[in-house]
Nanobody, 130 residues
Framework: QVQVVESGGGLVQAGGSLRLSCAAS????????MGWFRQAPGKEREFVAV????????YYADSVKGRFTISRDNAKNTVYLQMNSLKPEDTAVYYC???????????????????????WGQGTQVTVSS
């Protein structure tokens, strides 16, 4: 199994930027497709972005497309979420998740359903003030 720990959250003004990091430990990092989700108070957990095992394929929720960028460094066992042009509606706890895709082709990624992911971090709070 793998353990994932998020960092980089905080308070930022609207229009600002943050970069979240998710450090993984345990099994070989490159066997996992990695995703970011978020959950605002009173709302369900929602998909933000996903990246394939190699980093060659990415998908984004429409709400963040063009503003957020997911990337990974397999040598550092870390996945990132660069968040630009932040809006108050981006305020949420952000979670990193790992999906064991070792048996899948390299460019295949899991979907937006949280149940497709096997391991989760504890989350990091992002607050965007207006």
């Amino acid at each position: 199994q793998v353990q994932v720990v998020e960092s980089g959250g905080g308070l930022v003004q609207a229009g600002g930027s943050l970069r979240l990091s998710c450090a993984a430990s345990g099994r070989t990092f490159s066997r996992y497709a990695m995703g970011w989700f978020r959950q605002a108070p009173g709302k369900e957990r929602e998909f933000v972005a996903v990246i394939s095992r190699s980093g060659g394929r990415t998908y984004y929720a429409d709400s963040v497309k063009g503003r957020f960028t997911i990337s990974r460094d397999n040598a550092k066992n870390t996945v990132y979420l660069q968040m630009n042009s932040l809006k108050p509606e981006d305020t949420a706890v952000y979670y990193c998740a790992a999906a064991d895709f070792w048996s899948r082709p390299l460019m295949v990624v899991p979907g937006q359903d949280p149940h497709e992911y096997d391991y989760w971090g504890q989350g990091t709070q992002v607050t965007v003030s207006s």
